[in-house]
């Protein structure tokens, strides 16, 4: 099983990055999809979900409206485009797929700075 996030980098304030996490080694269309972020001394924390059956999504009160996640199960990948970014939205961000197993990605790190 693996999970890769890619996309990650330096953008400026008001700047716009795509996240991607390529899946492999499991069902990946019957999995839910999530991005989770850990920001320096912070918790792990929910960013968005995509659900496998019906596709709805659900969102942090800190990122609705900037974020978007969406899934492409023919390409078994997972993507979270991120507008209007802000300096707190700097963090590592991680793919997690969940279903009746657990699986996380390695993180990519996403930096909002000028």
Sequence with gaps: ???VE?????????????????ASGFTFSTYAM????????KEREL????FSVTGSTN???SV??????S???????????MNSLKPEDTAVY????????????QGTQVTVSS
């Design 71 to 81: 899934r492409d199960n023919a390409k078994n990948t997972v993507y979270l485009q």
């Design 59 to 61: 969102y942090a009160d």
């Design 94 to 105: 991680y793919c997690r797929a969940t279903r009746v197993n657990d699986y996380w990605g």
């Design 6 to 22: 890619s996309g990650g980098g330096l953008v400026q304030p008001g700047g716009s990055l795509r996240l991607s996490c390529a």
């Design 64 to 69: 609705k409206g900037r974020f978007t996640i």
């Design 1 to 3: 099983v693996q999970l």
């Design 47 to 50: 960013v968005a979900r995509i």
């Design 34 to 41: 999530s991005w989770y972020r850990q920001a320096p001394g």
